[in-house]
């Protein structure tokens, strides 16, 4: 004869086999998010790890990756919460007090921010990217010194990591240290080589140096790599210019004015270019594009005046003295000047 299940012992087992399928569904849930987050889908990552921590509400390693991926997307007060969920599930995750304190170092919270991120390095001196992002939160904060030292510390502790190394070549360029600067991003373009942001910077660092071959070998590296890097075409425009190509920095700011007909700065450069290479109706012709995006500029009134001078017109030079007096005394006097030469 079978045995009878007494009612209170069957309500149990129903209750430990809905938790098991609960459980399991939950980290299913967080190894798909782990898969999503590796392939740097985090939207879909987020969502993964937001219900399975809706199943299991005390997985604090689903609330370390869920504020993680909030992070990236740029959800910083969402990621707050999760980030303080998992620390309060696992006081002792470094990881969690890093996402913490990165979060809130992007809501401009920053002393908050280092904080936290002293914390995770307290506890884990060797995780690289506290220091990493504790040097972004100094660089918020304008203290360059104790950033620098934190950079050095995080490429020391993960030297094929390119972002520190980044943000140290960045931070060489902004305090004027280009030969440090050109070291790094050396270093960065033979790590990364499909990283048109890298060469370009590279040859913006090499043209402040004075050395115009290589800022153009980088330069044109950087554009072979993004066509549409407006910026690389700029500077590569202006070394050729420094370099004494003038009509290939001409033809490389054509090529920048057909992806931005209206860049009044490459506008004005090709109307100079253009005047030094004595090609004077393309240059007046360039200036008063510039003029029209800029009615007040007095730099274009200044380079078209010039402009008619050199072409030896200066009947119509003198037609732009009175604007130029409205803007600007000093460069009218200099306009004067040349008309009386």
Request: net charge neutral.
């Amino acid at each position: 004869m079978p045995t009878r299940i007494a009612p209170l012992v069957a309500l149990l087992l129903l209750s430990l086999a809905a938790q098991s399928f609960a459980q399991g569904s939950a980290n299913s849930l967080f190894e798909t998010g782990v898969k999503l987050t590796e392939a740097k889908k985090f939207k879909e990552a987020a969502e993964a790890f937001g219900q399975a921590v809706k199943k299991d509400p005390e997985n604090s390693a689903a609330y370390r990756y869920l504020a993680w991926c909030q992070g990236e997307l740029g959800q910083h007060d969402a990621a707050v919460d999760s980030a303080k969920k998992a620390i309060s599930l696992d006081a002792n995750d470094y990881v969690s007090y890093n996402n913490l304190g990165w979060s809130l170092t992007m809501l401009g919270r920053f002393d908050e921010g280092i904080a936290e991120l002293k914390t995770s390095i307290k506890m884990n001196p060797s995780y690289a990217l506290s220091h990493s992002n504790l040097a972004n939160a100094y660089l918020h904060q304008g203290r360059e010194d104790d950033a620098l030292t934190e950079l050095k510390t995080a490429i020391g502790l993960d030297s094929k990591n390119t972002g520190p190394r980044g943000t140290l070549a960045t931070l060489y360029i902004r305090t004027g240290k280009y030969r440090e600067a050109a070291a790094e991003l050396e270093m960065l373009t033979s790590m990364k080589p499909e990283s048109a942001s890298y060469f370009s910077s590279l040859g913006f660092v090499y043209m402040n140096l004075g050395e115009h071959q290589k800022s153009i070998n980088a330069l044109q590296q950087a554009v072979s790599l993004d066509p549409k890097d407006t910026e690389g075409l700029r500077h590569l425009a202006t070394v050729q210019a420094l370099a004494g190509k003038k009509d290939e920095g001409i033809a490389t700011l054509r090529q920048l004015l057909v992806q931005k007909p209206k860049d009044y700065e490459a506008l004005l450069s090709l109307a100079m270019f253009l005047d030094s290479t004595a090609r004077y109706d393309e240059a007046i012709a360039a200036g008063k594009e510039a003029l029209e995006l800029r009615p007040n500029s007095e730099r274009a009134v200044m380079v078209i005046a010039m402009t008619y001078i050199d072409k030896r017109d200066k009947e119509s030079a003198r037609a732009y003295l009175p604007k130029l007096k409205e803007l600007d005394e000093n460069l009218a006097r200099i306009l004067e000047k040349a008309l009386e030469k």
